[in-house]
């Protein structure tokens, strides 16, 4: 008898959700609680950690948890080494659901760095309209920045003051080319920050970018222990057992 979790919070997570539901496969989907409003689940729904490694092994323990598939997004690092760790202690089988990164195309204009703190070094000196489009959480680094014209884009409206003046968008996404160029055409931005997500759910700006000649820093993602990983929801579902209408 099947009983999986799901530790969701993207696109992908939700779309495997569906498809878990529809097999009748017993689950419980995991946010962090990172958003006020996050989607509603076809599938019982926890919001908020664990409590560390030591948390959700007791969680995978007495939720009788047989299966855990990580679909969370790839800069979550800290979610997935727990659930690797966790699930080592408990003998639980794992399977991460990742896409693939962004790959660099002919008329890209990117620069790579490895993680945010190394963005303000490559930023321009002379002022420059920036967009910052990696949310809330890493935004700090560019206070020692301040005479760059900031526009933020967060998922909910900002609680407390910013460490820098900036203009935020509240979106939550999926965002698309149109809406991203148009964006960008008004407000004169001459560079975007942006993490490698992968996906199609912000892909637009990276493909609005090219098109307007515009230069991305590229956060490449962080180095994740090894694990079983799949990039389909039809792979995961036939890990569980489970042929879909996926075609699969
Ligand atoms: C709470 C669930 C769907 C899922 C939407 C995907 C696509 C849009 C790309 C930009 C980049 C960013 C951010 C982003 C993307 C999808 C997907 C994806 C980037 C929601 C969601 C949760 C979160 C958490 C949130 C972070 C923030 C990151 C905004 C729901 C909407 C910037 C990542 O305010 C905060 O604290 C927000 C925190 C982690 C990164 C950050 O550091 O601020 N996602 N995003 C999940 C949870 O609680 O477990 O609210 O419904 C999910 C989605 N975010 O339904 O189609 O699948 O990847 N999310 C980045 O790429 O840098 C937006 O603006 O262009
Ligand atoms: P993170 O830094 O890897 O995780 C920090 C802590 O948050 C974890 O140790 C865990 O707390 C809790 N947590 C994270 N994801 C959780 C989940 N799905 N269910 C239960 N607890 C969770 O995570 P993050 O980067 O802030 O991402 C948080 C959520 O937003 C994830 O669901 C992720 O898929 C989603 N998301 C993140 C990004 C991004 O850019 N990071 C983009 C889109 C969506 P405990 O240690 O207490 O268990």
Redesign the pocket.
Known sequence: MIRALIL?????A?LLAAEIARAGIEAVYS?????R???DQPLPTR?GGFGGVAGLADYIRHAGITHLIDAT?P?AAEMSRHAVEACTQTGTPLIALERAPWTKTPGDSWVEVADVNAIVVVLPESPAKIFL??????IAPFATKPHHVYTL????PPEAPLPFAADVIV?????TLDGELEMLRTRGIAWIV??N?G?A??RA?IDAARMLGIPVIMISRPRLPDRLRVESVAEVMHWLGHRTCLGA
């Open positions: 969701g919070g993207t696109a992908n939700s946010y962090g609680g990172r958003t409003a996050p989607a919001i997004h800069f489009a990696i949310g809330r959480q890493h884009r967060f998922v909910d979106s939550r996404g999926p965002f942006a993490r997500s996906g759910g912000a700006k």
